[in-house]
T-cell receptor, first 113, second 114 residues
């Protein structure tokens, strides 16, 4: 079956530090890959996505590249801000139905001023 | 307001009671989903619906049922709640249910079963 593995944290960084959150996946075929973000007390919202190998998703200074050879989709940001503090979920999709989204367990990111 | 609404926001429920969590979307999305979020486990799919009139089981369907009478509504029912169903429940929708689709999530319902 499908699975997603990501560092769980909490990850604590100082403002303006470089961020990497690792994500690797196991899936048959060619899934789409996503990063969702959950701010305190809210539902999840899409941060970025990539739908085929070598695609790069980007949004709000965050980037992730779909690497099929290493089955990875690591999230990076060059300079984090306090407002980036949230829980980040890596996920994959093989389509609708019973697959829905397969999520990692989430990484709690804390940015200190 | 476009998006997904869920009700109630939170609920404390006695074990053995019946409870329906409501979910409504106004984006005319075909596919809808229910997930539960538990600390250390991420989100897990409970049930899904690819289109109005059809439903299916996800990873953790036991103790839950759903219906999809129309495009907009996708209620989740706990027939007889148990403490292990204490969780945060998220409803989501996507335009077609394709693997490239973004899923849009509601704000969640925090359920405590005592």
């Amino acid at each position: 079956g499908n699975s997603v593995t990501q560092m769980e944290g909490p990850v604590t960084l100082s403002e303006e530090a470089f961020l990497t959150i690792n994500c690797t996946y196991t899936a048959t075929g060619y899934p789409s890959l996503f990063w969702y973000v959950q701010y305190p007390g809210e539902g999840l919202q899409l941060l970025l996505k990539a739908t085929k190998a070598d695609d790069k998703g980007s949004n709000k200074g965050f980037e992730a590249t779909y690497r099929k050879e290493t089955t990875s989709f690591h999230l990076e940001k060059g300079s984090v801000q306090v407002s980036d503090s949230a829980v980040y979920f890596c996920a994959l999709s093989q389509g609708g139905g019973a697959d829905g989204l397969t999520f990692g367990k989430g990484t709690h990111l804390i940015i200190q001023p | 307001i476009a998006g997904i609404t869920q009700a109630p926001t939170s609920q404390i429920l006695a074990a053995g009671r019946r409870m329906t969590l409501r979910c409504t979307q106004d984006m005319r999305h075909n596919a809808m989903y229910w997930y539960r979020q538990d600390l250390g486990l991420g989100l897990r799919l409970i049930h899904y619906s690819n289109t109005a009139g059809t439903t299916g089981k996800g990873e953790v369907p036991d103790g839950y049922s759903v219906s999809r009478a129309n495009t907009d509504d996708f209620p989740l029912t706990l027939a007889s709640a148990v403490p292990s169903q204490t969780s945060v429940y998220f409803c989501a929708s996507s335009p077609r249910g394709w693997k490239t689709d973004t899923q849009y999530f509601g704000p969640g319902t925090r359920l405590t079963v005592l």
